[in-house]
């Protein structure tokens, strides 16, 4: 295993609440990292920072809730996260929302809506915060992706180029962060067992059985972030054992 060095580090999580969130916090403050967290939920957002900060008591946990639709809350996210933990060094961006339905019946209301969310926010808080990681010369930003962004599904064509942009996004940010000690790896995979899973079985009757944990993605991310010296993560796609059989 490298060396713990995240320990100390700052970070902001979107769509903390979240099935995965939830299990990216619990792993990204085993590692030490301070957290400030984001979501639509203050129920949920107030529950979890105290969840956390009863069992990881040597970190500060703080948290806004932010819709990320409203370019203003984001913008209110960040400065109060710089408010809180002064500069941010781990940025990672799980907030997402999915839509299924045919072209035919998608508006462009659906449209704006998933890409404001999915790629329109991924890029204003990889624009805001890069800055302070370029000025401290390290920062690691991960994005997540989905297997929708290496293929094309029936009755998701929004979803699916949301996360083209977002993998395509995030090849760039790689190649122009890395000579800064600013790594960008966008986290690709299947199916999780979540609420978006739930809809995914609903929409194709696939077994959910067969879904990721999103505890073992959670896990795999704190540790492909956690490399500071020849070996590096800017891709990844995680597949379930299934889709092998």
């Known amino acids: 295993m490298p060396e713990n060095i995240l320990k100390g580090k700052n970070c902001l999580i979107t769509g903390a609440t979240g099935s995965l969130g939830e299990c990216i916090v619990k792993e990204i403050a085993k590692k030490g990292c301070n957290l400030f967290l984001t979501s639509r939920t203050p129920e949920k957002l107030k529950d979890l920072k105290l969840q956390t900060e009863k069992e990881f008591k040597d970190i500060k946990v703080a948290y806004r809730t932010c819709d990320l639709e409203k370019t203003g809350e984001i913008y209110g996210v960040i400065q109060e996260a710089r408010n809180t933990l002064g500069t941010v060094d781990v940025l990672i961006n799980s907030a997402g929302i999915v839509q299924f339905d045919q072209l035919l019946n998608s508006t462009v209301e659906d449209f704006d809506a998933m890409f404001n969310i999915n790629v329109r926010a991924t ?123």
């Open 123 to 245: 890029f204003i808080f990889c624009r805001e915060l890069v800055q302070d990681m370029i000025n401290k010369k390290w920062g690691r930003i991960v994005n997540i992706g989905s297997t929708s962004a290496y293929t094309g599904f029936s009755d998701s064509s929004l979803y699916c180029s949301s996360k083209h942009a977002v993998l395509g996004f995030t090849r760039s940010l790689f190649k122009e962060l890395i000579k800064y000690n600013v790594r960008a790896i966008c986290v690709s995979f299947g199916s999780l067992l979540s609420e978006m899973g739930e809809e995914v079985t609903r929409k194709y009757k696939l077994n959910p059985k067969t879904f990721i944990d999103p505890k073992e993605v959670a896990e795999y991310i704190a540790f492909a972030i956690s490399f500071d010296e020849q070996m590096i993560s800017n891709e990844v796609l995680l597949n379930r054992i299934h889709e092998f059989d």
